[in-house]
């Protein structure tokens, strides 16, 4: 035999190898074949869903990249919403999941600021410096759907009492004895008080009156930030004139910035807060009032026409007043031998941070 030589293959034709017979397919009765389409349909049916949710997994994929090369400083964080050209050329779907990773993860940096002390939040902003850009970027999210800015009623508040009366005048500004304002913004975020102060000067007529605003923050988000832990600022004792804290009384350790304010402020110098209204222990903050008071301020008006926030007022007294009512403790403490306020207050703290008690914090709900 050759050494190629194969049955059928034999070009003499003297043997052609026989056809392998196909088996012929079983009868299917009609039962079977009713079933099978039924089978087939549905199959087709989930296979296009599955299909479907590929192709929505594939576009989420791609406008939403996970961040997991970061280290986790407190909890596991949620991933960084990737940067995109333009909003516009995303898909409703791409827009929609993005919103919510940028939503996640403004209320986890948001939860770690109230949760942590203000020297831990200050180091965290130092070692991952974008998470103050995407905290201030949600938080003007938040800010759009409040009937107003506490800022801005900060800043009319300067406005209107700047322009109707005499600094150190009652109803005028607070001033140093050469009748300039002096103004620290504790936790000024991008300064935006400093900003619309600065026009406004530029803007009046009235030239005798100067106004100086400092502005203090985790991270110098412009020229008029000075990056600081809000509880030790660099100015001198009682150098301030007005001392403001807009939604800034953030960390488990947030008297100690009261403290700190009460150091700057000169006599007579006023103390401007504005907090969220459901951090308050109570309706009208009179414990918030009380605790203030044990550093020394007097409360000067409380206002909670807003819905979303309540502004406080307090001031330094001068020293004699001052020296009046540290007598008259003093006096009590005499016939009752107990620890005047401060003392109670900082025995309190020890046991319990005032983050868990006095303000809490400020979590927003998970959607």
């Not at 304002?181 to 406004?200: R, Y």
Request: glycine share 4%; hydrophobic share 35%.
């Amino acid at each position: 035999m050759s050494l190629f030589a194969v049955d059928g293959w034999g070009l003499e034709g003297k043997k052609v190898a026989e056809a392998v017979p196909k088996p012929k397919p079983a009868k299917e009765n009609n039962a079977t074949k009713k079933k099978g389409k039924k089978v087939n349909k549905k199959n087709q049916k989930q296979g296009s869903k599955v299909d479907q949710v590929q192709q929505e997994d594939t576009t989420i994929s791609s406008a939403v990249n996970s961040d997991n090369s970061k280290t986790k400083p407190v909890q596991q964080k949620p991933s960084k919403a990737p940067q995109t050209e333009t909003n516009s050329s995303l898909t409703p779907l791409q827009r929609k999941m993005m919103a919510k990773l940028a939503g996640s993860r403004f209320r986890w940096i948001n939860e770690q600021l109230y949760t942590i002390k203000s020297d831990e939040a200050l180091r965290l902003i130092q070692e991952q410096p974008e998470l103050f850009e995407e905290y201030h970027e949600g938080f003007r999210s938040q800010v759009q759907s409040w009937p107003e800015n506490p800022v801005d009623v900060f800043v009319n508040q300067i406005k209107t009492r700047a322009t109707t009366r005499h600094v150190n005048a009652p109803g005028g500004l607070p001033g140093l004895a050469n009748s300039r304002v002096v103004i620290a913004d504790m936790g000024c975020g991008e300064a935006q008080l400093a900003q619309d102060v600065k026009k406004f000067m530029s803007s009046i007529k009235k030239k005798k009156i100067k106004i100086d605003v400092h502005s203090f923050d985790l991270k110098k988000a412009n020229n008029f930030v000075t990056v600081a832990d809000i509880k030790n600022v660099p100015l001198a004792d009682e150098s301030c004139t007005i001392v403001i804290f807009c939604l800034a009384l953030m960390g488990t350790n947030f008297l100690d910035f009261i403290r700190e304010a009460y150091r700057l402020l000169a006599p007579r110098g006023e103390l401007w807060i504005a907090e969220i209204k459901s951090r308050l222990s109570d309706e009208k903050g009179t414990e918030f009032i009380e605790v203030l008071k044990s550093f020394g301020f007097f409360h000067k008006s409380t206002d909670d026409s807003n819905k979303m926030f309540t502004r406080f007022e307090f001031f330094k007294p001068p020293p004699d007043i001052l020296a009046e009512r540290r007598a008259k403790e003093e006096k009590k403490r005499k016939f009752v031998e107990k620890e005047n306020k401060l003392e109670a207050l900082e025995t309190k703290r020890q046991k319990r941070p005032e983050g868990e008690w006095l303000l809490k914090p400020c979590i927003y709900k998970r959607r």
